[in-house]
């Protein structure tokens, strides 16, 4: 009977199998293929140092690698105030598997596909309906924007599945034992990234103005004293990290341009939109029907309790993050980051969605597959396509703009078509770019112990070529003196002894690397410069973000790359024998 059981849920499911395994094709494939960009970098090499010392050190008797100015690192060159999951799951792959991109990656590649699969789940176990699970899993699955995320080396995918368990688990508290399950899973959804509290908060709303099981807000109560108890201390202890790296809100007219710039960038990548058309024809409906039935002396809902209450979820959810970068974060800083730290919308939304569209349309096949393959394959559900100012772009205080993304191809403005293909024509060949070309230019020439100065992409550099560089820390960076007391090297704190420059005009000034000043110093010290090699800038590496991620051919789909612009190495000859001999790689610097 239990075998029987088992073939009958099999072929129930098996619509799910299939997206299942085209989720793993989108995934898995080429996963290490491309070079690992900035961010991507910097848990590779934390993780790195995570092997050697136990925790994740700045300084590695080598190289210093923090790129945020030492902001996030405590008195001892320790990384405390970013988000820690993300470099110990990463250093765990590499102890298994070495180190490489596909090792790197391949915990957060898991991540994103077991969120595939749990948001079918949640979505079936709300709904108890197999198609409304399978339109939830598929929107996931068909988000180019979700599967960017899940190919990264980073926090992004860790987000997401543990919120997705949370929501699964805040609409089954049911006891103790599961309050209990609510707060570590909470826990550790704070520590792939600070924000989870913030996600947390927004299911304590909900659970408190709207329960949707018995004894919800009690249970909830434990939940969320044990998730305050542990997290607390902790932010206590990097508060100033955290403090450091905010922009603080000045006005009300500059909190409210805030607002509406993170509502851009959420609804330009997932189906909020869609949802609150969808929702709307959900009300009008409900009303209608009701009305009827109750002139019948019967009563009639759409959705239950429980699936009212993942819309209320998922509208509080974009609120809590909305006033929470508002209130920390700059309008040019959100419209460059997007939603990466608040991926938790993405599997929300599509839940949202998927079961919108099946009791929307009532299980009738023949208007929830044609929804589905809109919401899919165009870009109705998402503002793009909404937007009528142009280029425009407006301030609300008079400091900050407010801007949208649009595509520079007419038709990516209406289809979500071409950055599929892009996407999956990148799963058949590799995408080298700048730090490819540059790190492959050092490997062929550069020798052991040579001294490297680049000013962008400093920890992917240096997890491929293990040289050491050269100025990485300024006299006006917070860390300085904590970094001259700790004993670093001379060569960490200026230009004397560097071999190669690997000079990117397109990052001049970024974080104090100032092109003029530091050739300036080079000639003054008595350097001679030579330009030794010169390739197209292609700005990022990898990064995930749809508005700014590079596909194969140097192609951007929000961003104009002017083909003038080329990154150049010098080789730097100096008089004499001033060449900085190696360092000792000693593990007690």
Not at 75 to 83: A, E, G, R
Not at 205 to 234: D, H, I, N
Not at 511 to 526: P, V
Request: glycine share 6%; aromatic share 14%.
């Amino acid at each position: 009977m239990s075998f029987v059981s088992s073939v009958v849920k099999f072929r129930f499911h098996w619509p799910m199998l299939a997206v299942a395994l085209l989720g793993s094709v989108f995934i898995f494939t080429s996963l290490g293929s491309d070079y690992l960009w900035e961010d991507e970098g910097d848990t590779a090499t934390y993780a790195v140092n995570i092997l050697k010392f136990g925790v994740p050190r700045a300084w590695d008797g080598v190289t210093f690698i923090d790129s945020d100015r030492g902001l996030p690192l405590n008195k001892d060159l320790v990384l405390i105030s970013h988000p820690l999951l993300q470099y110990y799951l990463t250093a765990a792959s590499f102890a298994v598997f070495g180190q490489s991109n596909w090792a790197a990656r391949l915990p957060f590649a898991v991540a994103g596909w077991l969120t595939i699969l749990i948001t079918y789940l949640c979505a079936y176990d709300l709904t108890k309906n197999r198609w409304a699970a399978l339109c939830s899993a598929t929107l996931l699955t068909a988000s180019v924007q979700f599967l960017l995320f899940c190919r990264q080396c980073r926090y992004y995918p860790l987000s997401m599945l543990l919120a997705c368990l949370l929501v699964w688990i805040f609409f089954n508290m049911r006891s103790i034992r599961s309050a209990l399950l609510f707060a570590l899973v909470g826990i550790l959804l704070f520590h792939s990234h600070p924000f989870g509290i913030v996600f947390v908060g927004a299911l304590g709303l909900v659970g408190f103005a709207y329960p949707s099981v018995p004894g919800q807000r009690r249970f909830f109560c434990w939940a969320g004293l044990t998730v305050a108890l542990l997290t607390a201390p902790w932010i206590a202890l990097v508060r100033f990290g955290y403090a450091s790296e905010s922009v603080p809100v000045s006005s009300a007219a500059q909190f409210g341009g805030r607002l509406i710039q993170y509502a851009i960038e959420c609804t330009s990548v997932t189906p909020l939109i869609g949802i609150a058309i969808l929702s709307s024809i959900f009300a009008l409906s409900w009303m209608l029907r009701a009305r009827s039935a109750a002139s019948r002396g019967q009563e009639d809902s759409l959705l239950d309790r429980r699936q009212v209450g993942l819309l209320l979820v998922t509208l509080a959810t974009v609120i809590c993050y909305a006033v929470a970068l508002a209130i920390t974060a700059s309008s040019d800083d959100i419209w460059r980051a997007g939603i990466r730290y608040t991926t938790a919308v993405m599997p929300l939304t599509a839940l949202a969605a998927g079961i919108l569209i099946v009791n929307v349309s009532r299980g009738r096949i023949a208007i929830w597959l044609p929804l589905l393959l809109i919401f899919v394959f165009t870009k109705a559900a998402q503002l793009t396509p909404w937007i009528f100012w142009g280029e425009k772009a407006s301030s609300f205080d008079g400091n900050e703009l407010v801007r949208a993304h649009l595509p520079l191809n007419y038709a990516a403005r209406y289809l979500t078509t071409p950055e599929l293909l892009a996407f999956l024509r990148d799963l058949k060949q590799e995408n080298p770019g700048t730090l490819a070309k540059a790190c492959q230019f050092l490997q062929g020439q550069a020798t052991a112990g040579d001294l490297v100065l680049t000013n962008y992409d400093w920890q992917p550099l240096y997890f491929y070529t293990r040289l050491r560089q050269s100025l990485r820390i300024f006299p006006n960076d917070p860390i300085y003196e904590t970094a001259r007391r700790k004993g670093l090297p001379e060569d960490v704190f200026n230009v004397a002894g560097v071999r190669w420059l690997i000079w990117r005009p397109i990052w001049d000034g970024y974080f104090g690397y100032i092109g003029s000043e530091i050739k300036r110093d080079l000639l003054n010290s008595g350097a001679q410069i030579t330009k030794v090699a010169e390739f197209p800038e292609t700005i990022f590496e990898n990064r995930p973000e749809i508005h700014y991620h590079r596909f194969s051919g140097g192609k951007y789909f929000f961003i104009a790359l002017n083909p003038h612009v080329t990154a150049q190495i010098f080789r730097i000859d100096w008089p004499g024998a001033m060449l900085v001999p190696p360092v000792d790689q000693r593990s007690d610097q």
